[in-house]
């Protein structure tokens, strides 16, 4: 399903699209004055078909690449082939590289202090920076760097120079750029939004500013009107989509909504892509928008003291509505990514509790959990869900210990449960193969809950292991209070297999195999199909464990090079447990 980057509606195959390449959050075009953003490296960018990649100085280059000219207008990028125009309005600059930083001169200026002089070299849709005194890539030409304001572009040396340029810098933030695992978004737009809808936003936006502050932060969000009201009769299915739709768009607002509310406040154009120009009825977004927007409130302020929408006072922008969006008094964070724990579930942490925790500093012990007196799958009958142990049942037909691991990852969110039993003092268990089923106590008259065993069948418990092990090391952020990740990462879990053997007929060899030395299994079922209870202990961590590898999603926003950031997590860390001052 592809959806407009804009209005968020899907873009039918059959139906005329642009597609444009769109710098997301983790990639940063700026101009010569823009600092640095935080956290950032320069980088190496590198193009193939369709796919974008960011390597490090020195890493290999991938094979089968052809020259091109790369071109950054605003937020879309370009790459045109040798018989494409190239732009007008820019012009050459030379380019200087100081270990993984670039910067863009323009003819005439002086080089940068301890700057060294580069050749750039393009290779298909690949572009490598040498220095002038090494030898050309193998096959790559070089090409001339020439930028405008946000614009950078890269021309072949036969081609025009484009005139009116300034400097301008490449930077991205990604910890896995070196495995080309960096983050990228291929925008789609509907011609309809490209050629009408985007412009009228940005009318609407110089309209809003004549009559604000120069100085305000304006953002805006574009959302079509079917996925904000009701459709008529609808199916399953239809249900399904508009729900993807709009959590889509939710992510979006919330983005920026958290880049002003650390950013000293703003408005937020809201357009309503397809409102009927008769309907005065915007209810529909508040009842969207209000619960998420409350999330955002993290500073102890009352929802009306933050937030203010109203209709654009504009002549003939009916379709467009203006949110206010107050300063923060904390950092505010539009996705936390980990988890606390309650006696019956895991939910996402409030930012007062996560800041306490993230305050108080506990020295945590580092003893996994345990479940005494459990060697055999039956044991497991009286043991029930609590803060520290969560029961999942194995319905999945899949038989592949891979794809066994892959659907624990995604469908059963081991990696949320496991930042949540790091906070606790004792760790926490999660029990992989036990079903909790409900039945009826006759003669009492009451429902209760008894556990059934669905065993997991496998046939090579090293290569399960390995693989469940490797998934939850990509996917968990493990960070001390200062937001310093630990690398590589601490051992947090352990994984165990609790054997499937019907009670009363276990040996003492059979009891061995979940007997555990130093932490391991003794039975590694290799070559054989076992059935067993997967279990994977998990101990506390004195820091902060995140479920997702990007960390804690915050932002700020830069009006003047109009640029969305994120707060990098040690700076994230010391906001959020930075103590307010209160005025006497």
């Not at 601490?490 to 009363?504: K, M, R, S």
Request: charged letters at 30%; a positive charge; one cysteine or more.
């Amino acid at each position: 399903m592809i959806l407009c980057d804009y209005c968020g509606d899907e873009i039918q195959p059959d139906l005329p699209g642009v597609n444009v390449y769109n710098k997301d959050v983790d990639v940063r075009y700026v101009t010569k004055q823009d600092c640095i953003p935080v956290g950032f490296k320069c980088v190496d960018v590198c193009v193939k078909d369709d796919k974008i990649t960011y390597l490090k100085e020195g890493s290999s280059l991938p094979k089968g690449f052809e020259c091109v000219t790369v071109s950054v207008i605003g937020r879309d990028v370009v790459y045109a082939r040798n018989q494409k125009l190239i732009p007008e309005g820019f012009e050459q600059v030379t380019v200087y590289t100081r270990n993984r930083e670039v910067k863009y001169a323009r003819q005439g200026d002086s080089p940068p202090t301890g700057f060294d002089q580069v050749s750039t070299y393009a290779k298909n849709e690949e572009i490598k920076y040498r220095k002038a005194s090494h030898l050309t890539p193998v096959g790559f030409e070089q090409v001339t760097v020439c930028v405008k304001t946000e614009d950078i572009l890269y021309t072949r040396q036969e081609e025009l120079k484009p005139k009116g340029s300034e400097p301008a810098s490449v930077y991205v933030k990604n910890e896995d750029i070196a495995d080309a695992k960096c983050y990228h978004v291929k925008g789609a737009f509907h011609t309809e939004c490209l050629n009408n809808y985007i412009p009228r936003r940005e009318e609407a936006a110089r309209k809003f500013l004549e009559r604000a502050s120069p100085k305000s932060n304006v953002l805006s969000v574009g959302i079509h009107v079917k996925y904000l009201y009701g459709e008529g009769k609808v199916n399953q299915e239809q249900r399904r989509r508009k729900k993807e739709k709009r959590d889509r768009k939710a992510i979006e607002l919330l983005r920026k909504v958290s880049a002003l509310r650390n950013s000293s406040s703003g408005y937020i154009l809201i357009h309503l892509v397809g409102l009927a120009p008769e309907d005065t009825f915007t209810g529909a977004f508040n009842e969207f928008a209000d619960p998420k927007l409350h999330d955002l409130i993290q500073d102890e302020k009352q929802f009306s003291d933050v937030y203010k929408t109203e209709a654009l006072s504009c002549h003939g922008f009916g379709d467009f509505l203006v949110l206010y969006v107050g300063a923060s008094l904390n950092v505010t964070t539009s996705k936390f990514n980990t988890k606390t724990t309650l006696d019956d579930r895991i939910e996402d942490i409030r930012a007062e509790t996560l800041r306490t925790f993230a305050r108080e500093r506990k020295s945590l012990c580092n003893t996994f959990h345990s479940l005494p007196g459990v060697t055999q799958a039956h044991h497991l009958q009286n043991v029930h869900e609590n803060r520290s142990i969560q029961i999942k049942s194995h319905f999945s037909q899949k038989k592949d210990g891979r794809a066994i691991a892959e659907d624990i990852i995604k469908n059963h969110k081991l990696a949320e449960y496991i930042s949540a039993f790091t906070k606790t003092e004792c760790g926490g268990s999660f029990l992989y193969g036990v079903h909790e089923e409900t039945t009826f106590k006759k003669g009492y008259g009451y429902e209760t809950k008894v556990n059934r065993i669905q065993p997991v069948i496998l046939k090579d418990r090293t290569i399960f292991r390995d693989t469940l092990g490797d998934y939850i090391r990509n996917t968990v952020l493990v960070c001390d209070y200062d937001g310093k990740e630990l690398f590589p990462d601490p051992n947090i879990f352990l994984i165990h297999f609790i054997p499937c053997t019907p009670a009363g007929e276990c040996s003492r060899e059979e009891e061995k195999v979940y007997l555990r030395v130093r932490g391991e299994s003794v039975h590694d079922g290799h070559g054989d199909e076992d059935a067993v209870v997967v279990h994977v202990a998990v101990r506390p961590v004195s820091g902060i464990v995140f479920h997702d590898k990007q960390g804690p999603l915050a932002y700020r926003y830069d009006r003047q090079f109009k640029l969305i950031t994120r707060i990098d997590i040690k700076d994230w860390v010391r906001a959020l447990t930075k103590r307010r001052v209160t005025q006497k």
